[in-house]
C-alpha cells in the first residue's frame, strides 16, 4: 500500500514564502513523475508544477519565477518551494504521484491535501 503525505501549508502574507514537502512511503518499485496540484475554492484542480524522476520540470504560467519544484529520490520526497506569494495562491494543495509497485502495476496517487491561505 502506498501513501503520500504532505506537510508544510499554513497562512502566510502576501510576499511571503512557504516550503511543501511531500514523502510517499510503501510498497514502491519506482516513481515516475510527483508533483504538485491545487484547487480553489469553486474552480477545478489545477496543475501547479511536476518533476519527472530525471529532473526535468513543468510550471503553470501562474507560478512561473515564484515557485520551485524539486525531489529527492533517494527520499522518494517531492518538495514545493513557494515565494512571492499571492492571494491568488491559496488553495488546497495536493501532491501527485505516478508510481508502480512492481515493473507492471503502475498508478496515479493523491495526497490528503494542506492548505495554503495567502493573506493580503
Known amino acids: 500500500q502506498v501513501q503520500l503525505v504532505e506537510s508544510g501549508g499554513g497562512l502566510v502574507q502576501a510576499g511571503g514564502s512557504l516550503r511543501l514537502s511531500c514523502a510517499a512511503s510503501?510498497?514502491?518499485?519506482?516513481?515516475?513523475?510527483m508533483g504538485w496540484y491545487r484547487q480553489a475554492p469553486g474552480k477545478q484542480r489545477e496543475l501547479v508544477a511536476d518533476v519527472t524522476i530525471g529532473g526535468n520540470t513543468n510550471y503553470a504560467d501562474s507560478v512561473k519565477g515564484r515557485f520551485t519544484i524539486s525531489r529527492d529520490n533517494a527520499k522518494n520526497t517531492v518538495y514545493l518551494q513557494m515565494d512571492s506569494l499571492k492571494p491568488e495562491d491559496t488553495a488546497v494543495y495536493y501532491c501527485n504521484a505516478d508510481i508502480r509497485t512492481t515493473f507492471w502495476n503502475r498508478a496515479t496517487y493523491w495526497g490528503q491535501g494542506t492548505q495554503v491561505t495567502v493573506s493580503s
Open positions: 510503501g510498497s514502491i518499485f519506482s516513481i515516475n513523475v
